[in-house]
């Protein structure tokens, strides 16, 4: 070997050695302080959530949070069937989180850790707890429709002659067959267990006036914002955050569908305990209203309702006067039937 | 290693190679031949070991059955998609060759000094990820866009729909696969004799003509390397059908991702990967042939 290329590759190979130690001396280190990995749905949302939830916390008990997005169902199957779990608090689709409790996913939470006793029956379960209220509900361009004059009902948003314009509705099996039975008159509270057969028949009618059919949660608030559909079934904090900067959005609530979204701890999550400990903390009333108002969806505390502004109360869907005229989705039936349902809704698409 | 000159089967020339004339200098026969070993672990466990999973995960749940493959072809919404996804793929990779082909020539043969500017043209778009580039397609061809404005004051009310339809996947899977195409061409086309198309010149034939018979004919192996490459790319789609294109545009990448994600049927998530990878075999067996000779040093 050349003399000079021996002398180079001692140079990186002591490099290499060195850059090894460091490693090592940097992860025996950060194991001594406690950690905790928690993942949440990205972008602006995850912005507000560090900001009123983990940064307090931190410093509070002086722990390092890694946050990371968005959560992944099949990733925490993986994890907990390899025993190899990274995550120690996810935020879970409700639907998945009735699916993974069936599935033995997640660890039962100790409400002598979480003190519950100001949230909603509704929002407390075995192994997972509704953290936060999302609405799925008639959303429309101001420019088109306005305050007194769009539609209110899902009737009316399947009528195209007296509300004519471009509309977007959600590529899933949930929201969708709820919308087209409350549009053929469906009384709100004996939805469930859905009759699809009747559901597909009156999508049928609106299918030909779909100019969107949308599959990311934000999608239909930027088109509305940005003028491309007039008219669409959106969720409501993705339509808060371009209306709070002027773009021309706004929502109607009647027969809006809602639901929780979870916290769970995978099953072998190495911190637990600390887990339990942030959830009481990320659920107590300040940080619980904190986060609600930086993202406006409902907050489960109870206490948290009094720290937060009317305007901001207006556009959550757990403020009484919205609630009431919604729905909740239920999540038991979804998980259930939302794989068999979803290919029923692709074949339709496709026809 | 050079490679002799003339030779039409290299394979075999440098096989005897090895054998004869050159072995003191390749070193003897275990020394050449377990150098592969370690790459040859590498590509069965990374490539063939999760295949092989793949296989089994969508036959074996936890006992053998045929389930999933059933709900494949009896459940026509697969059928469809599959056939959704071979022909996206086609138009895709026809499209990329007919805007990449002039592209890569005037790359090739342009002074050094501009191809800078060229080449820097070509990577910008791609550094960028696939859901941006969506998003930025679905502004330039919205309704009130720049695009359908201007196409519109010049066809009036038959300027065709270019989103939330097949169109806008074609622009949008063709802008993200151009690159692909274009420097699979390019590194053909850049090893082109330009002394061969001299020749045709000095011997009357025009430019088109030249080009026809000499020029197309040894970029050949730089069409077929970009198409494959990209009609294979294309087949693994799902974000861009998804936001630019209509509910008819259903991939299968779509409904592979559902299924491991929203529903956690990894059976049958890896019998519809199976069923596209065979798929994509089968369509790409007639390329095989001249695969091998793609290989072969000029």
Known sequence: MHPQIRRLYSAVLLLAFVAVGNVALIRSAAAQQPQLTVVHWGGALQDAWRETVLKPFEQKEGVKIVDLSPPSFAKIKAMVDAKNVEWDVVDVLPQWYIEGEQLGLYEPLDYKQIDATDYPRSAVAPSGVGNSMFASVIAYNTKVFNKGNHPTSWAEFWDVKKFPGRRGLQRSARYLLEAALMADGAPMDKLYPLDEGRAFQILDRIKPYVTNWWTAGNQPALMLASGQLDLSMAFTARVYSYAKEGAPVDIEWNQGIYGYEYYVIPKGSRNKELAMKFLNWALSAKPNAEYAIKFPQGPVNRRSTELIPADIANWLPSTPKNNERMIPMDAEYWAKNEARVKEKVEEWLVK | MSWPRKSRRPGRVAHRGVKGRNRREAGPFWQTRFAVVPL???????????????????????????????????????????????????????????????????????????????????????????????????????????????????????????????????????????????????????????????????????????????????????????????FVMALGFFLTPALLGSRQESTIPMMIGEQIEDFLNWGFAAALSITLLAVSFIVLAPTYRFLRLGFAPK
């Open chain 2, 40 to 230: 040859l672990v590498f590509i069965l466990a990374g490539f063939y070991l999760p295949l092989f999973k793949l296989l089994s995960l969508s036959l074996f749940d936890p006992t053998f059955t045929t389930a999933h493959f059933r709900r494949l072809l009896t459940v026509p919404v697969y059928a469809i998609a599959l056939w959704t996804t071979l022909k996206i793929s086609f138009l895709v990779t026809a499209g990329c060759l007919l805007l990449g082909y002039p592209v890569a020539y005037l790359l090739v043969h342009t002074p050094q000094h501009l191809r800078q500017y060229l080449l820097v043209c070509i990577l910008l778009p791609f550094w960028t990820s696939v859901l941006v580039r969506a998003y930025a397609w679905m502004v330039l061809l919205q309704d009130g866009g720049p695009v359908m404005q201007s196409l519109r004051s010049v066809l009036g009310n038959a300027a065709p729909k270019l989103m939330f339809n097949l169109n806008g996947v074609l622009i949008g899977m063709v802008h993200y696969l151009l690159p692909f195409m274009i420097f699979a061409l390019a590194s053909v086309m850049r090893n082109i004799d330009v002394r061969y198309l001299q020749a045709a010149e000095s011997l009357g034939g025009g430019p088109l003509r030249t080009w026809w018979h000499i020029y197309l004919p040894l970029s050949v192996p730089g069409i077929r390397s970009g198409c494959i490459l990209v």
